[in-house]
């Protein structure tokens, strides 16, 4: 493993290496990761410089592209607050941990620490967030990561029936207000929902509860998995969404949350998340086929 410092796309970065991946962190704004790539290949995350959303009453929040943490609620005035000043970076064992100045308005402190364990394409990230302010505030962790646009995400419904009989329902599938249902985009089936990543206008949203603890997108033929844990009896925002897809002409996000808490004053909560990089590894939206990769990779076992 590797790091040093380093620059993308002409921010001031820290670059961590192993032999098969590279990963750049951002030190003037974040925290984020805006740059992941197997060596030799292009970068996966989406480059957005001049995208930006408004936060009301405060300013304009920079997307830059990659990975970032937020939590949720989705609340603009809140979710949308500014992260552009300079974060602390520290190494690690096997990596790097960012951290965040407190935001102004809540206290919350936001932390990545990124790591390579080995020299295969595997990232792990721990996500922290801390209540630094005078209140308790009700969230959930809530990673996103920004992949480039023309790729298949593939998000796995849960297989198992919820009784003995296979009576009651066991698939929940949320719907955001300006999600098209019949978009051509979006394939349904009964194993898996599939999104291609090729909108010409408009945005698109959907989520579910994940038990099986996994989504993914492929991409210029890598094949990028996000694993995060469900909790089945935890509570979620979102309509207990803990993966979720958003996609616009610009960008396909990958999403995962955890369960809804109440983070008192002091306090800490941790968001673990792996990703793991499969390089000739296609995707299309046929079950059958993602059953067979799902197999071969051992995505679930």
Same mark, same amino acid.
């Given at each position: 493993?590797?790091?040093?410092?380093?620059s993308?796309?002409?921010? @001031?970065?820290?670059?961590?290496?192993?032999?098969? /991946?590279?990963?750049?962190?951002?030190? *003037? !704004? $974040?925290?984020?990761?805006?740059?992941?790539?197997?060596?030799?290949?292009?970068?996966?995350?989406?480059?957005?410089?001049d995208?930006?959303?408004?936060?009301?009453?405060?300013?304009?929040?920079?997307?830059?592209?990659?990975?970032?943490?937020?939590?949720?609620?989705?609340y603009?005035?809140?979710?949308?607050?500014?992260?552009?000043?300079?974060?602390?970076?520290?190494e690690?064992?096997?990596?790097?941990?960012?951290?965040?100045?407190?935001?102004?308005?809540?206290?919350?402190?936001?932390?990545?620490?990124?790591?390579?364990?080995?020299?295969?394409?595997?990232?792990?990230?721990?996500?922290?967030?801390?209540?630094?302010?005078?209140?308790?505030?009700?969230?959930?962790p809530?990673?996103?990561?920004?992949? @480039?646009?023309?790729?298949?995400?593939?998000?796995? /419904?849960?297989?198992?029936?919820?009784? *003995? !009989? $296979?009576?009651?329902?066991?698939?929940?599938?949320?719907?955001?207000?300006?999600?098209?249902?019949?978009?051509?985009n979006?394939?349904?089936?009964?194993?898996?929902?599939?999104?291609e990543?090729?909108?010409?206008?408009?945005?698109?949203?959907?989520?579910?509860?994940?038990?099986?603890?996994?989504?993914?997108?492929?991409?210029?033929?890598?094949?990028?998995?996000?694993?995060?844990?469900?909790?089945?009896?935890?509570?979620?925002?979102?309509?207990?969404?803990?993966?979720?897809?958003?996609?616009?002409?610009?960008?396909?996000?990958?999403?995962?949350?955890?369960?809804?808490?109440?983070?008192?004053?002091?306090?800490s909560?941790?968001?673990?998340?792996?990703?793991?990089l499969?390089?000739?590894?296609?995707?299309?939206?046929?079950?059958?086929?993602?059953?067979?990769?799902?197999?071969?990779?051992?995505? *679930?076992?």
């Open positions: 493993m590797e790091i040093k410092q380093s993308f796309n002409d921010y @001031k970065c820290v670059q961590l290496s192993n032999p098969c /991946l590279s990963l750049w962190v951002a030190r *003037e !704004f $974040g925290p984020r990761i805006i740059g992941l790539s197997l060596n030799g290949g292009e970068n996966l995350f989406a480059e957005l410089p995208a930006r959303i408004e936060c009301p009453g405060t300013g304009w929040y920079s997307l830059y592209g990659g990975h970032r943490l937020w939590y949720a609620p989705e603009p005035p809140v979710t949308y607050l500014p992260d552009d000043e300079p974060v602390d970076i520290q690690v064992q096997n990596g790097l941990r960012v951290t965040q100045q407190p935001e102004k308005g809540t206290g919350l402190v936001k932390a990545i620490t990124v790591s390579l364990p080995s020299s295969d394409p595997h990232v792990l990230l721990d996500h922290r967030i801390t209540n630094r302010g005078m209140r308790p505030i009700r969230l959930a809530w990673t996103i990561t920004m992949m @480039k646009t023309g790729g298949t995400a593939v998000m796995p /419904l849960q297989a198992e029936m919820e009784d *003995e !009989f $296979g009576v009651l329902p066991n698939r929940t599938i949320n719907l955001w207000p300006y999600t098209k249902v019949d978009s051509p979006i394939q349904i089936q009964n194993r898996y929902i599939f999104i990543a090729n909108l010409q206008e408009g945005k698109q949203k959907i989520g579910c509860p994940n038990p099986r603890g996994w989504l993914g997108y492929a991409l210029q033929g890598t094949f990028f998995v996000k694993f995060a844990s469900f909790v089945p009896q935890g509570f979620y925002f979102d309509r207990r969404s803990s993966s979720e897809f958003y996609c616009d002409p610009n960008v396909l996000e990958v999403e995962a949350l955890g369960k809804r808490i109440m983070l008192e004053p002091g306090q909560v941790n968001f673990k998340e792996q990703w793991k499969f390089p000739g590894i296609s995707i299309e939206p046929d079950q059958v086929v993602v059953d067979r990769i799902v197999t071969e990779l051992g995505l *679930e076992s």
